[in-house]
């Protein structure tokens, strides 16, 4: 008979000694040993093994880890589990080295509120960033027109990249988006000195006149910033960096360069095309006082614009004698003569890039006959495309720069900002062909034609012959010693920023 004897207690559990004789009792105890030792070796041969792939695990991990460990939520991953799978979805891109700060001791702070269109502010701004690095003061993100013509209430940041503007020239000059909160309130408080500086000076003006005024103020506001820095005699590192600033500092916003390169893709899915910059809207014919082809009504109206607007200066034009200087825009009529007599394609689709032409369709009919395959914006994209973009006629500007760079031929019908600074820009991309019209000479011609003084062969090779320089091509600037608003405009041709040396270059 066996018996079990309690011998006592051991953390709850009941332990015993199995008494009693016999082979059945040894061999109960020879099979639970043997049974515990097999436990024990299947233990310890699964923790080897568990323990083996936690390394090997790691080790991939450290591999693969946004696409297989830091994914999971395990003491292994000390990300978030939400922002892994994201991660995990978007292709790894490339950490975006960051040129580095420039140390310098800071005189102060420069403030400036551009006037003018988007492309008059654009060059503003790269001679406010050029200006400010060579006075060892900090820039304050650039205010933007919001008072003129236009009356478009967008910020620098609903434009431009201000991120990218502000590191991307961290190695030239200091830029915040504000002033620091003492000099901010001071400012707020109208305790500032503003002053609009001298048109066309050289960088030698902003060291003696401006840069004690800020080291006296801390703080200086210029309220003008328009052709602000003269266009030639400066050091070779002023106009580089001009360049620099416009070329690769401002960069549109996302949206914008997106909503751009769809327009592209559309036109480019068709075939070649031309931007044709037509300057034929209303505050141009209001402003230039230019007002061929309107009838009476529209000449009223457009001579009350002109007496609207104080800062438009000059009240009383004559529209006739203007036009024979070759200061008005080309209208969309003399367009029309003049691309067929250059001989450009009609099958080309025409990218019109400019606001609301004056006079609509009865305006535009002629250029519509020659040119069927007319488009802008407005055609190619959906209404709700374009919708963030209405009232803000310096983002449909942008828009219209974008397209401008990347077009076959772009032909502008009045040497305005954007007509130059465009020009400038496409030099800088390798020379892609702008046809610059001789607007004095093509209206004298075009009237000779209409008279019937010139057949059209003869007007036509006229045309065509005075224009065979006139195509963007390496040139040197035309420098004019004190007559700068007369000569070359430095953002229509950067000679110093583009790769011919300037000995390949012709004089003008």
Request: net charge positive; hydrophobic share 35%; with cysteine.
């Amino acid at each position: 008979m066996c018996s079990i004897e309690v011998k006592g207690k051991k953390g709850g559990i009941i332990m015993g000694v199995m008494k009693g004789g016999g082979a059945g009792g040894g061999e109960r105890v020879e099979k639970l040993k043997s049974s515990k030792m097999k436990l024990w070796i299947i233990r310890a041969t699964t923790s080897v093994l568990l323990w083996t792939c936690i390394v090997q695990l790691t080790a991939l991990g450290e591999t693969w880890g946004p696409r297989v460990l830091k994914g999971w939520p395990s003491c292994f991953s000390h990300q978030d589990s939400s922002f892994s799978v994201i991660e995990d979805k978007v292709p790894s891109v490339p950490a975006r080295v960051l040129p580095p700060k420039r140390v310098y001791k800071n005189n102060g702070y420069l403030m400036v509120s551009c006037n003018g269109g988007l492309n008059q502010m654009r060059a503003a701004i790269c001679d406010m960033v050029t200006i400010a690095r060579y006075l060892n003061v900090t820039l304050i993100v650039p205010e933007l027109d919001k008072t003129s013509f236009w009356a478009d209430p967008s910020e620098f940041q609903d434009i431009f990249d201000v991120d990218h503007f502000i590191t991307s020239l961290r190695d030239e000059v200091r830029i915040l988006k504000e002033l620091p909160p003492r000099l901010k309130r001071r400012v707020e408080m109208g305790m500032v000195y503003s002053m609009p500086p001298i048109s066309w000076s050289d960088i030698s003006y902003y060291h003696n006149q401006i840069l004690p005024l800020i080291q006296r103020y801390k703080v200086v506001h210029l309220n003008r910033t328009d052709t602000r820095l003269a266009n030639n005699g400066q050091p070779l590192d002023i106009q580089k960096l001009r360049c620099r600033v416009n070329f690769n500092a401002l960069r549109f916003t996302s949206q914008i360069e997106e909503l751009g390169k769809r327009v592209i893709k559309l036109l480019r899915q068709n075939g070649p095309f031309i931007v044709l910059h037509l300057r034929y809207e209303m505050d141009m014919l209001a402003f230039s006082g230019c007002t061929q082809g309107c009838n009476n009504e529209e000449v009223e109206e457009l001579t009350r614009m002109r007496y609207a607007y104080p800062w438009w200066k000059e009240k009383i034009i004559n529209s006739d004698l203007k036009r024979k200087d070759g200061l008005c825009p080309l209208t969309p009529e003399e367009t029309a003569l003049i691309l067929r007599a250059l001989d450009i394609d009609n099958s080309y689709q025409i990218y019109i890039a400019a606001g609301e032409i004056y006079g609509g369709q009865r305006r535009m009919a002629r250029l519509a006959a020659a040119y069927p395959r007319l488009v802008r914006k407005e055609t190619l994209l959906e209404p709700s495309d374009l919708r963030f973009f209405q009232n803000h006629s310096s983002q449909m500007a942008a828009l219209d720069y974008l397209v401008s760079l990347e077009s076959d031929i772009f032909i502008p019908t009045y040497d305005g900002n954007m007509a130059k600074v465009v020009e400038g820009h496409r030099r800088y991309l390798g020379f892609k062909q702008t046809i610059l019209l001789d607007r004095r000479l093509l209206v004298d011609l075009i009237d000779q034609y209409n008279s019937g003084s010139l057949s059209w062969n003869e007007f036509s090779d006229a045309v065509k012959e005075s224009h065979e320089s006139r195509k963007g091509q390496p040139t040197k600037r035309l420098v004019i010693p004190d007559r700068p608003k007369e000569e070359d405009y430095f953002y229509a041709n950067p000679e110093e920023c583009l790769e011919p040396s300037y000995g390949q270059l012709s004089s003008t």
